[in-house]
């Protein structure tokens, strides 16, 4: 555990900066542009090339690249060094190709991922979207270059590129909201050269991030050159394996678009309460999973990949077990504090400029929705490298199918049987039983693949991170309650509320759990102190 703690240790520090920097960046960009009709454009435009991403390359590199680039590697004479040649090649030529024609069809693109908008409304995205679609090359060019940096344990510069990313967005959020000030969030007024700032602005903190990952790479001595050698790429063998991850993330997106399109359907009933405020939620729920798991699901995957080429199934077990119980140790506690102190954290965000409130209030109704998921989401992707590691694209597809079968099912009640206000809600909702019933379904056929993961032992782990949690939680809400008796909420009590609230539930959390002998929790603790003593 303690090799998977110092790496993740490196990462999460990149992670949390990265992310801190993001939550500004989310709120600036809020406060400029609002969650009413010209937020949810934006939103949409935005997550277009992050959706193309995902299924072109993004799936393909954590389940395929990664283990196929270590068996070169290992098998190569050259030690992989020609065929991480000819996968950059292939990615730069590939996703240039694909950012041009996704501009070319950002009409389209747009229609599919909105419902009922207006033509001023649909023409605002899609100006975006041009601007916006062309950071796909950029994305995968840098998403590449980090995979090649995690096959040779460079953690550091994935986790840390993206604050460049956001310090940039910030910068450009800002200039539009002085610029535009109140009059920014009106999509009837905002004039071509506003939507060219916020567009091209976008892109260029991407550009910025590659380019990053890109000098990263070339200082530990990766020099590229072009080659055009592709039928020595692997490609049969990448295709093969690939297939399968193209169907898990086609499948994957298909929820995605039917969640996306239900949310834009709510933005229209009930203004505020669409696209943007599930988006947003959305974003601050992946913080402490962006911090705490993928970091110990980047470092584990490439040491599973190579347990399984040398056949060693109980360094599979023994690396899964360890890390699902270290994850927990964090996300247990972050996940019973989001689901009291979720309007809290997004008052004091988002209730600036152009943000009232009400608004922020309501993201923060739905982040509480969303911390229920945050264990069962995170232990669900752990539990896909597992399959991963053995080069299984397969079943997770059809972990996929079942997944987004609830998701897709259980929203579509929601739309239809809630009212408006509360839909958005219904679909975070959705999310979390999907993600629940995903995930034991998941265990179980991992479990057979390696002859079991220590479900025992990590059960009785989690009730007792569980039983350390509840008071936590119950501090928070006593906090919570007390703050609100005297005062109404706005970003200053809503300060207290998480310094006070937060702060010392998590602090009881850690007490409660060293006491109680969690070897996780101590193990943190111990780090911490090992590092605050020095």
Known sequence: MSRVLRASAIMAAGTMVSRV??????????????????????????????????????????????????????????????????????????LTVVAVVAVLL????????????????????????????????????????????????RFAAPMWAPVLNNIVMIGVAVVYYVKLGGAGTDVNTVTDADLLLLGLGTTAGIVAQGMVLVVS???VGFRFRPRLDLRNAGLGEMGRTAVWTFAYVGI???????????????????????????????????????????????????????????????????????????????LVPAGLLLMVLGPAVTVLIFSWGNMTVDS??????????????????????????????????????F????????????????????PPRYIVMGLALAFTIAYVVGTAGAWALAGRRVQGLGGREVAHGLSRMYVAAVPAAAVALGVLWLTQELTDLNALSAAIMLAAGGGLGMVLYLVIAHRMRIPEVSSIVGMVAGRVGR
Do not use: C
């Not at 470092?299 to 119980?325: D, K, N, T, Y």
């Open 21 to 94: 920097t993001g939550f500004v960046r989310t709120a600036v960009l809020a406060a400029a542009i609002g969650t009413f009709a010209l937020g949810d454009a934006y939103n949409v435009a935005y997550t277009i090339p992050l959706i193309l991403f995902d299924f072109l390359i993004g799936g393909i590199l954590s389940s395929v690249v990664v283990p196929m680039i270590i068996r070169r590697q290992k098998s190569d004479p050259d030690g992989g060094r020609a065929y991480e040649q000819r996968l950059m090649t292939l990615g730069v030529i590939a």
């Open 399 to 418: 972990l996929a199918l079942g997944n987004v079968a609830v998701n897709a099912t259980l929203s579509l009640v929601a739309y239809y049987t809630l």
């Open 217 to 219: 790479l070339h200082r």
């Open 360 to 397: 922020a209030v309501y993201i923060g109704n739905v982040l509480q929705i969303f911390g229920l998921a945050l264990v069962p989401f995170s232990i669900f992707q752990l539990l896909l490298r597992v399959f991963y590691s053995f080069g299984d694209t397969r079943t997770p597809v």
């Open 252 to 330: 994957s997106q298909i929820g995605f678009l039917i969640t996306t399109r239900l949310a834009t359907g709510a933005g229209e009933q009930v203004p505020g309460a669409g696209n943007s405020a599930y988006s947003y939620a959305y974003q601050f729920f992946q913080l402490p999973y962006g911090i705490i798991a993928v970091s110990v699901i980047t470092a584990m995957l490439p040491r599973m990949s190579r347990a399984v080429a040398e056949g060693r199934l109980e360094s599979i077990r023994e690396e899964f077990s360890s890390g699902v119980r270290l994850v927990s140790a964090l």
């Open 106 to 153: 950002a009409g389209p693109l747009i229609s599919l991922y909105s419902t009922d908008w207006n033509a001023r409304k649909t023409e605002v995205a899609v100006t975006l979207a041009h601007y916006i679609l062309p950071q796909i090359a950029f994305f995968g060019i840098g998403a590449i270059a980090g995979a090649i940096l995690n096959t040779r344990d």
